[in-house]
């Protein structure tokens, strides 16, 4: 998420909550001293200790209980992110209510998934493959799925006996407030999840301390880079999920109006801001004149509204000023070397945060939008003549995250996705559930969340041998 990212939100330094439909700061809250960072630290240490001993299913049960306050508190919890960083209420909602699916998949599964496990011994003995906990940990969370992302670092590592300090996102100090109320109203024993209201300075301490064992990251690739190089230093696992420009490879419909729709309502979920969004979308020569065509039906003649309100044929804000302004210059840069802008593309008077989603064909490499991450609502549309050509092209950016291919052709389909250079890959639709891990390569980062996966980054695979 480069660029326009999670990292990148605002250009205002502290923790507020700052409406991006009309630019109002509307609470701020101070940010931590380093006594409440150490004191933080030091009772997250002493909570590992007992919850380690909780037996896992026990753990699992408290977890599971997280999993129903969610769905409890969808329309509180949804009011809260569609004011702080203007996510349609609709789809705030469903975010809320897709951490339940996370937490109860864990709650559900996880003890199986951390289950002991009898490997071969050739030399004789008996030898397991134990799964265990490995302490107090750092999770650094964005603010473009503010609920989401935090339950799918937490809700394994929660099974599994870690104990988690969250460093959420500045513009999100309301909806991270939330989640600790959930976690204690869930009977989470008192430090083992703990919201800290962290400065940048104050991360590196906390990620240089010896009683925190990983650090997960998601954010910018510019964020990425630093928590790494920290974490590297300091010899600490970290997950990185960072930016994406995925490819959606259209070789062939039989609905063109049918298909375009479908890639336009996935581009402008959460206005653009998903990682894993579908930033490049790749057409067949045969059918892209009316694919772009349909795309600008859609974009065009829309009108700033309501997050709240959703009215038909508005739009909402990106997440801040900062964000649309950034993505605007990303805009004018490609339109300047040549580019097409079909539709929207206007950023809006400020101080409020709007930018009317876009549809943008021509772009060629010495223009900022064919390397840079587009995080927003624009859909960049290329044209070619040939698989080969549709692979090439989907194959050239620095990002690894995901990527589709759609054909009515299956196998033509699956001949091209078993070959993109991504972390998911998907064929005639996106896979994207609990049980599903996420992930990327490249410069999109290291680890996955989510599915049996996201049991086994922050644990200690032990190998528990007895001889004979």
């Excluded at 024993?189 to 650090?215: C, L, N």
């Excluded at 890639?263 to 979920?269: C, G, L, P, S, Y």
Aim: a negative charge.
């Amino acid at each position: 998420m480069t660029t326009t990212s999670p990292a990148a939100s605002s250009t205002q330094p502290g923790y507020r909550v700052q409406n991006p439909s009309t630019g109002e700061v509307v609470a701020e809250f101070p940010t931590a001293t380093d006594a409440e960072i150490q004191d933080a630290i030091a009772r997250s240490q002493a909570a590992y200790t007992s919850w380690r001993e909780v037996p896992i299913a026990d753990r699992a049960k408290v977890v599971a209980r997280l999993a129903e306050l969610f769905t409890e508190r969808a329309d509180e919890l949804a009011a809260i992110i569609t004011e702080e960083m203007g996510k349609p209420l609709s789809e705030s909602k469903g975010e809320a209510e897709f951490c339940t699916d996370i937490f109860d998949y864990f709650a559900t599964e996880g003890p199986a998934l951390a289950a002991e496990q009898e490997i071969k011994a050739i030399g004789g003995g008996r030898a397991m493959i134990q799964r265990l906990p490995v302490g107090p940990l750092l999770g650094i969370m964005p603010w473009n799925y503010p609920y989401y992302q935090v339950a799918r670092f937490a809700a394994p590592n929660l099974v599994l006996g870690n104990t988690i300090v969250l460093k959420h996102a500045e513009t999100c100090p309301r909806s991270a407030l939330a989640i600790q109320q959930i976690m204690d109203d869930a009977g989470v024993p008192e430090g083992v999840y703990i919201t800290v209201f962290a400065s940048h300075e104050q991360i590196a301490d906390i990620i240089a301390d010896p009683r925190i064992q990983g650090v997960s990251l998601t954010g910018s690739e510019r964020a990425g880079a630093i928590i790494g190089e920290l974490a590297g230093k300091n010899l600490k696992k970290a997950v990185l999920e960072l930016g994406g420009s995925d490819p959606y490879v259209v070789l062939d419909t039989d609905d063109v109006k049918a298909t375009a729709a479908a890639a336009w309502a996935t581009r402008i979920e959460n206005t653009g801001q998903a990682c894993n969004s579908n930033k490049r979308m790749i057409v067949m020569e045969d059918i892209y004149d009316d694919f772009v065509a349909e795309l600008t039906n859609l974009a065009k003649d829309l009108k700033p509204g309501n997050p709240a309100e959703e009215l038909e044929g508005t739009y909402a804000p990106l997440s801040s000023r900062a964000a649309a302004e950034g993505l605007h210059e990303q805009l004018k840069d490609a339109v300047n070397k040549g580019a097409t802008l079909h539709a929207g593309g206007t950023l809006h008077d400020g101080p409020a945060a709007y930018l009317a989603p876009a549809v943008l064909t021509g772009v060629t490499p010495e223009m900022r939008a064919y390397r840079e991450e587009l995080f927003g609502p624009v859909a960049v549309v290329y044209k070619v003549s040939s698989d080969e050509e549709a692979l090439k092209l989907a194959n050239d950016t620095d990002y690894g995250l995901g990527g589709a291919v759609f054909s009515t052709d299956e196998e033509r389909a699956r001949k091209i996705a078993q070959r993109l250079e991504v972390g998911m890959a998907n064929v005639n639709g996106v896979g994207e559930a609990a049980d599903l891990p996420f992930g990327g390569v490249k410069r999109s980062g290291f680890g996955r969340e989510l599915g049996p996966l996201g049991m086994d980054e922050f644990v200690n695979k032990r190998l528990f041998y007895i001889g004979d």
